[in-house]
């Protein structure tokens, strides 16, 4: 692997990145920056957590001009939070030189993005949707943009903006560099790179392994009465340091942060039916560690970076096998490792294994745990902090009470009792969940043994559910098939505003 030297990158940007304790380049940057840094377009794919915002972050911040203060880059994001990190990360990569990124997204007050604009930032990160509004209202001028970044680009196309993505590359110059990148690459994603990218090279990175082995990927049958008993067991058996939860809609968010709550677990969720202060909170407390569970539908499962996800539980199984990659790719992200369990109930095992066709990956089988495993995984933890309490904390102040006990009680008696109020007894407090119905695959559907795998990402998708709650009314599941993907502008997702 190289170091950041061998790029002949800006001495700044050696000094940055190595501020950010990146020593070598992952195996994505270095395929990619040095094609980048010539001004090719390019498409790259690579596994999840594997530094695809550098990769792009990089080229952008060496070949910008920091003593022009027009808008000469542009990343575009599925979603508002990964707008935000992505703007941090290339800031970052950008501390010591004069170049900033902004980013600029729905539910964020306009007029407060058109006076941060005046500071004349020369990159713009931003959601399709509000970055089309600054377009129109002419805030934004493109004629100076020499590279355009489209992160999770069939991400974008799924939640359908691929409108709002062609009218965006129409309008900047036509000699732009165009970069493409994400862990998963559909088809459809070929159409827009013959449209609007220029002789692009391909750089995809083990395209046979979309998930990284770093992630320990497990399933279990569970009844879906019997799903919410057992992740709090699991819960409690794993004691994880921050674990994402995903459920398929968000009344189930609603629903599954509420009963977490109830049952005594640190617990929020996040969907895009939330207001962007709500949104902002929930995810800044779930960084700090002040909650340690965050429930999510899929509008958290793209690009988010957040050191401590030991854990995702896909509580409902994902729709699709691309959903799954970048649910799990939360955790075991820049070379850490990660547990993933995805709950399954019967009827949807052929949903699974379509998955683990379409990933070239087999989740390992797992029963459910029982109550007295819980109540061990609790014992433990309590065993642990009770050790490191006796190894660590001044106890001075109170071994005369200690002593004093001794005198009245045995010490097992005594310890026994101290355990017993640190551990956290299985609760089982009544909750209210909305039953979900199965996912089916229809038989047609599934694609004979063998097909579908080749790159990994053949494999056809499962249908859609039917039900009312997970139509793409407010751009949580959105259509992703050719047939019913909207196709004018009346039918078109109403941006990013939505999600
Ligand atoms: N060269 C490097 N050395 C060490 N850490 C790195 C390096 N490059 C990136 N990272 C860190 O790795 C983590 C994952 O990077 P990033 O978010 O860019 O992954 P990604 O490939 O975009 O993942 P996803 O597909 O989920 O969006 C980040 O915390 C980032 O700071
Ligand atoms: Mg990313």
Known sequence: MSTFFDFGLHHSIVRALSNMGFE???????????????????????????????????????????EN?????????????????????????????????????GGQDITRQIKALKKRPQIIVATPGRFMDHMRRRTIRLDAIEIVVLDEADEMLNMGFIDDIKEILKEVPENRQTLLFSATMPRAIQEIAQQFMTDPTLISVKPKE?????????????????????????????????????????????????ALTKRGYGAEGIHGDLNQAKRDSVLRKFKEGTIEVLVATDV???????????????????????????????????????????????????????????????????????MSEAMEGQQRMAVEKMLE??????????????????????????????????TKEPDMTPVRLTEEAPLRVSKKKFPPKGKGTSGGYGAKRPQRPRTGESRPRSGEFRPRS??????????RPRSDRQR
């Open 24 to 66: 070598e380049a992952t195996a994505i940057q270095d395929q990619t920056v040095p094609v980048a840094l010539q001004g090719r377009d390019l498409i790259g794919q690579a596994q999840t957590g594997t530094g695809k915002t550098a990769a792009f972050g990089i080229p952008l911040v060496e070949r910008l001009d920091e």
């Open 389 to 422: 309490a006796a190894g660590r904390e001044n106890l001075q102040a109170y071994k005369t009470l200690a002593e004093q006990l001794l005198e009245d009680v045995d010490s097992v008696t005594l310890v026994s009792a101290a355990l017993k109020l640190l």
């Open 69 to 105: 203060g027009n808008i000469q880059g542009v990343v575009l994001t599925p979603t508002r939070e990964l707008a935000v990190q992505v703007a941090e990360e290339i800031n970052k990569i950008a501390q010591f030189k004069k170049i900033t990124a902004l980013p600029i997204y």
């Open 300 to 370: 958290a499962a793209r690009g988010l970076d957040i050191s401590g996800v030991t854990h995702v539980f896909n509580f409902d199984i994902p729709q699709d096998s691309e959903s799954y990659v970048h649910r799990i790719g939360r955790t075991g992200r820049a070379g850490k490792t990660g547990l993933a369990i995805t709950f399954v109930s019967p009827r949807e095992i052929d949903h699974l294994r379509l998955i683990e066709r379409a990933t070239n990956r087999r989740m390992e089988r797992r029963s459910v745990p029982s």
């Open 210 to 258: 979309v998930t990284v082995p770093n992630i320990e990927q497990q399933y279990m049958e569970v009844a879906e009465k019997q799903k919410f008993d057992v992740l709090c067991r699991l819960l409690d058996i794993h004691s994880p340091e921050l674990a994402i939860i995903f459920g398929r809609t968000k009344r189930r968010v609603d629903e599954l942060s509420e």
């Open 482 to 491: 050719g047939e019913s993907r909207p196709r004018t502008g009346d039918s």
